[in-house]
């Protein structure tokens, strides 16, 4: 079982939905992945490496709004900076994608 933890410590994520502008190959990545570029609104436009091309290809995730944690520090990745997580679920066949159930503007936070 997971560690309880407190609302502040909740309130210091912040999670919110972003709008997939750019998928790009990243063939430098170890496990194959797809380099992601997300408008976040207010917070911005930032990239990310994502292990999802199991079952996403660059034309299903263009202009789909996706869900990211986007207060994390810059993580390198081979040549690559990572600004922010992708969320999803894995399961045998590949990471699934957390997403939106109806569009909301790029930027809203996660409540």
């Known amino acids: 079982m997971s560690e309880t933890i407190t609302w502040q410590d909740f309130e210091r994520v912040l999670i ?3 709008t997939v502008l750019r998928v790009e190959d990243f ?6 992945a797809w380099k992601l570029w997300v408008d976040f609104g207010p917070h911005g436009i930032k ?4 292990q999802v091309k199991a ?8 202009g789909r709004q996706i869900v990211g944690v986007i207060n994390l520090p810059p993580k ?4 690559f900076v990572s600004e922010f997580l992708l969320t999803g679920f894995p399961t ?3 990471v699934v994608i957390t997403t939106v159930e109806r569009p909301v503007p790029n930027g809203t936070r996660l409540s």
């Open 16 to 18: 919110a939905a972003g």
């Open 27 to 32: 063939p430098e990545a170890r496990k194959p």
């Open 47 to 50: 990239k990310t490496s994502a």
């Open 55 to 62: 079952l996403y290809r660059p034309e299903d995730l263009v």
């Open 76 to 79: 390198q990745v081979g040549p």
């Open 92 to 94: 045998d066949e590949g």
